[in-house]
C-alpha cells in the first residue's frame, strides 16, 4: 500500500518537474536540431529539407515509396510465422478445432478469431521480437532518417507493436491520442520518432491513420482519460484537445492513406488515431520508435532502449541480447502484478485476452471494462476511484 502511494507521488513530481522543463526549454517538436548534430553529408533514404520542414511544421510527414516491396518480405514472413505459432497454441490448448492453415496472412487471425475472439489481442501482445523485426528497425535507411531528427547517438524505444487490425474490432481501433499518453511524464519533453509501417496499401476503408496536423506545436500533453470503449486504450476528447493543443478538429484532421512500402513519420506528440477497418483483410502495420538514448524513454523504469548508433562509434553493431531476451508485456504484467494491480492468475493464464499497464494509473479511469477490471485486483477497486491524476 505504501509502495503504490509512493509510486504515485512519484509520477506527480515527475509531472512537475515535466511541466516547469517543458516551460523553460525550447519546443524539441517544432524545433530543427543544430546542424552541427545532423549528418554532414547525405545519405540514403533521409528525408529532403522540404519533408523536414513538413515533419516540424504539420508534426508527421508520410513517405510513400520508403521501401522496395522486397524490402518489407521478411517482416510479412515473420508475422505468418507469428500468427502460424499462435494458431498452434490455440489448438492445442483446445480453444479452436481448426488452424486454418490454408488461409493467407490478411485472413487467418480472422478465422481464428472468429473460432476464439480475442486471438488477434493474443497477437497483440506479443512481446518478443522476431529476428525480421530487428533487422527493420535497424534498417539503416530508416536510421538515416532517425539521425536527422534525434542525432547520431540513437536508440530504439522498448514500446514496438505489431498491429493486427482484424477487420469491425473495437480492440483494433485506437482514438484519439498522443503516444506520450502512454509514458512517464518525465519523458514529455524527449523527442521519440515513430515509423508506421503498414504491410498493405493502407487506406480510408481498411483503417489507416489519422492525425490532427500542428497539433504538436504547443509541445504540450493534454490531458488523456482511460480507457476507450471496450479496449485497453487511453482517449483523448476532442474538445479537450482543441482547447489545450490549440488546434481545430475539423480544419486540421488528416487522413493518412499510406501505401505498402510507405512510412507514416510522427512525433510522440502529435495526436493521431486509427478508423475502422470496414474492409475483410487485416491491416497489417509496425510501429517502431527511436530517441537519444540519454534522454528519458518514460516506459516506467521497466525496459531500456536498444543502442543503435552511436556518435563515438561509426561501425556500432547493435546488440540485441539483452533487449530481445525480454518480453515487453511480460514485465509489464509482472509489474502490473507487483503493484497488486492485476491478479497473478490472469497474468499467468497463456489465452488471457486482456491487457494493462501504468498509463492506467496515469490518467483518470472513466470507463471500466474488463481490461480495466483485470488492472484493478479486487481489493483496489474501491480505492482506484480516489486515485491521483498525473
Ligand atoms: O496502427 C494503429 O492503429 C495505431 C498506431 C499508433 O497509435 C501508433 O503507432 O502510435
Ligand atoms: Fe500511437
Not at 531500456?304 to 539483452?322: F, G, H, L, Q
Amino acid at each position: 500500500m505504501r509502495r503504490l502511494f509512493q509510486r504515485c507521488l512519484g509520477v506527480s513530481e515527475q509531472f512537475n518537474r515535466a511541466l516547469s522543463t517543458s516551460a523553460k526549454a525550447s519546443n524539441v517538436f517544432t524545433t530543427p536540431l543544430p546542424l552541427e548534430l545532423r549528418p554532414a553529408a547525405p545519405k540514403p533514404g533521409q528525408l529532403s529539407q522540404a519533408q523536414l520542414d513538413d515533419f516540424y511544421e504539420n508534426g508527421f510527414v508520410i513517405t510513400p515509396t520508403f521501401f522496395d516491396k522486397s524490402e518489407l518480405q521478411p517482416a510479412m514472413d515473420a508475422v505468418d510465422e507469428c500468427v502460424d505459432a499462435l494458431a498452434e497454441k490455440l489448438y492445442h490448448g483446445k480453444k479452436i478445432s481448426d488452424r486454418c492453415r490454408e488461409a493467407g496472412l490478411y485472413e487467418r487471425l480472422v478465422l481464428l478469431d472468429k473460432q476464439f475472439p480475442g486471438a488477434a489481442v493474443l497477437l497483440h501482445k506479443l512481446g518478443q521480437l522476431p529476428e525480421a523485426f530487428r533487422r527493420l528497425w535497424a534498417n539503416d535507411r530508416l536510421l538515416n532518417v532517425a539521425e536527422q531528427i534525434i542525432g547520431p547517438n540513437i536508440a530504439g524505444h522498448p514500446v514496438w507493436n505489431l498491429r493486427p487490425k482484424t477487420p469491425y474490432n473495437e480492440q483494433a481501433t485506437v482514438p484519439w491520442h498522443q503516444d506520450t499518453g502512454y509514458l512517464e511524464p518525465s519523458s514529455w519533453n524527449t523527442m521519440q520518432l515513430t515509423a508506421w509501417i503498414p504491410l498493405l496499401d493502407a487506406n480510408r476503408e481498411n483503417g489507416c491513420m489519422q492525425v490532427i496536423r500542428g497539433g504538436h506545436r504547443l509541445g504540450k500533453t493534454a490531458t488523456h482519460t482511460c480507457c476507450a470503449g471496450g479496449t485497453w486504450y487511453v482517449d483523448l476528447d476532442v474538445k479537450e484537445m482543441e482547447k489545450s493543443l490549440g488546434v481545430n478538429y475539423e480544419k486540421d484532421v488528416v487522413t493518412c492513406e499510406v501505401p505498402l512500402g510507405g512510412v507514416l513519420w510522427l512525433n510522440n506528440v502529435i495526436p493521431h488515431k486509427s478508423l475502422e477497418n470496414y474492409s475483410k483483410k487485416i491491416r497489417w502495420s509496425l510501429d517502431l520508435r527511436w530517441q537519444d538514448p540519454n534522454k528519458p524513454n518514460g516506459f516506467w523504469g521497466m525496459k531500456d532502449t536498444i543502442t543503435m548508433r552511436k556518435a563515438s562509434e561509426p561501425n556500432y553493431k547493435v546488440d540485441w541480447t539483452k533487449f530481445a531476451s525480454e518480453d515487453r508485456t511480460q514485465i509489464q504484467h509482472d509489474r502490473m502484478v507487483e503493484m497488486g494491480k492485476m491478479k497473478s492468475e490472469v497474468r499467468d493464464d497463456p489465452f488471457d485476452s486482456t491487457i494493462t499497464g501504468p498509463w492506467m494509473n496515469l490518467w483518470e479511469l472513466t470507463h471500466h471494462n474488463k481490461h480495466t477490471s483485470a488492472f484493478m485486483s479486487q481489493e483496489n477497486k474501491n480505492e482506484i476511484g480516489g486515485w491521483h491524476k498525473a
